[in-house]
Structure formats: C-alpha cells, structure tokens
C-alpha cells in the first residue's frame, strides 16, 4: 500500500498519560499535515511540515502538543498530559509540492482519553 | 480569514434521487474550492476541486460542483445517488495569497444518508 499511513489507529489512556502517533506520508510528498477531528465536526489545522521544517502551528496546538519530522519523511504527534478534551480523531495528510488541495489522508488515529 | 459554511449537517435522500450538498464560503478574492468525501472508517479523499477556469466541475463518482462567484457558492449535486454514497461531505478552502494552498479549512461536514 502506497498510502498514507497513521500508527495506531485506536489508542485509549488514562488523563495525564502521554501518547505519540506516528505518520508515514507518501514517499515522494515534502509536506505533511497534521489535523484533529471531533466528533461531529470538520477536520482542524494542527501543524504542518516542509520536508523537516515546521513551518505552522495552529493556535491549538498548545505546549502539550509536539510534532517532528526528523528526516522529512515520517512524523510523529506527541500529546502530553493528555487531557479528556484531547480525544478526538488526529489526521495526518500529505502533497507533493505546492499541488493546491489535493492532500492525500490517512484513515486516523483514534484517541481516546478516560 | 477564508471559511466556508455546510447549511446542512444531514441529507436523507432515498437510492437513485437527485441530490445536492450546500457550501458557501466567505471570500472577496479570487479562491480555491474543494469537495472531500469520508466514507465509513476511511479517510478524506478528494473529490474535486476548482481552481480557475470552467464554472462546473466535475469529480469522481458522477459527483459535479458549481463555483458561483455571485452567490459565493459551491454546491456538490449528483444526479441519481447509490446507497455507496453515503458518507460525510466536506467542503473547503485554503488561505487566500498565502502559498499554503493545501493548508485548508474545513467545513463542518454534511452527512449524505442514502436508502432504499
């Protein structure tokens, strides 16, 4: 499967644990997004990447909230302190170049925070 | 800040009925505009897209959407639905000028509901 690609796709923990997703793009794509989904709601802007540079962050994105991309392919989302506001649905897509819009989704991964 | 507003949270609509999807966006400067469908546990996927040129464009699954800059507009319509439509639509637009064309802003979704 050349898709992209979100590990895990279900995570449940306890308030206060710390969790870290991980997205692997497609190859030839240099940006990838992050976004959060709630129920009931449209995808959210969370951050996105350059090739390794984190070029924006999304005002909520608060400092529990890390993302890296290391060697500009994979990235991971670290959430700290998770609190029961943080369960939603986290998105990761990605594009080649500038192509406007057609970013190419992961299926999500899922957290739930008890 | 570019947004776009999904009138409808749901659509029932029975098997092979027309059927049409609301979008509205707030601009006053030129814009894209986009149609993503997510189907049951699946992810977003584009569905179309219009950048310039030719006011109706036409998507995948026999999906089509009409840019009206008057109304400022960008219903999704579908002549005869399937019961594999069914899924959650949304639409969406990036910043404008910014050249993050891909960074968007998404809609609150519109539930298509599709039955026999």
């Known amino acids: 499967d050349t898709g992209v690609s979100q590990d895990p796709r279900h995570k449940i923990t306890k308030r206060g644990q710390n969790v870290t997703f991980r997205c692997d793009p497609i190859s030839e794509h240099n940006r990838l997004y992050w976004y959060r989904q709630t129920l009931g709601q449209g995808p959210e802007f969370l951050t996105y990447?350059?090739?390794?540079?984190?070029?924006?962050k999304s005002r909520l994105l608060s400092d529990r909230f890390s993302a890296e991309r290391p060697k500009g392919s994979f990235s991971t989302l670290e959430i700290q302190r998770t609190e029961q506001g943080d369960s939603a649905m986290y998105l990761c897509?990605?594009?080649?170049?500038?192509?406007?819009?057609?970013?190419?989704f992961g299926e999500g991964s899922r957290l739930t925070v008890l | 800040a570019q947004s776009v507003t999904q009138l409808d949270s749901q659509v029932p609509v029975f098997e092979e009925a027309p059927v049409e999807l609301r979008c509205n966006y707030s601009?006053?400067?030129?814009?894209?505009l986009f149609w993503y469908v997510q189907y049951p546990n699946q992810g977003l996927q584009l569905l179309l897209k219009?950048?310039?040129?030719?006011?109706l464009v036409k998507g995948i699954n026999g999906f089509e959407a009409e840019f009206n800059k008057s109304q400022t507009s960008f219903h999704l319509r579908k002549p005869s639905v399937h019961i594999s439509d069914t899924a959650e639509y949304f639409c969406?637009?990036?910043?404008?000028?910014?050249?993050?064309?891909?960074?968007?802003?998404f809609g609150t979704g519109t539930r298509l509901q599709v039955t026999l």
């Open positions: 969406a637009v990036p910043p404008p000028n910014t050249g993050t064309a891909s960074k968007l802003t």
């Open positions: 219009y950048l310039s040129g030719s006011t």
């Open positions: 601009s006053s400067v030129s814009v894209y």
């Open positions: 990447f350059q090739n390794e540079a984190q070029l924006e």
């Open positions: 897509a990605s594009v080649a170049g500038n192509t406007a819009g057609e970013l190419f």
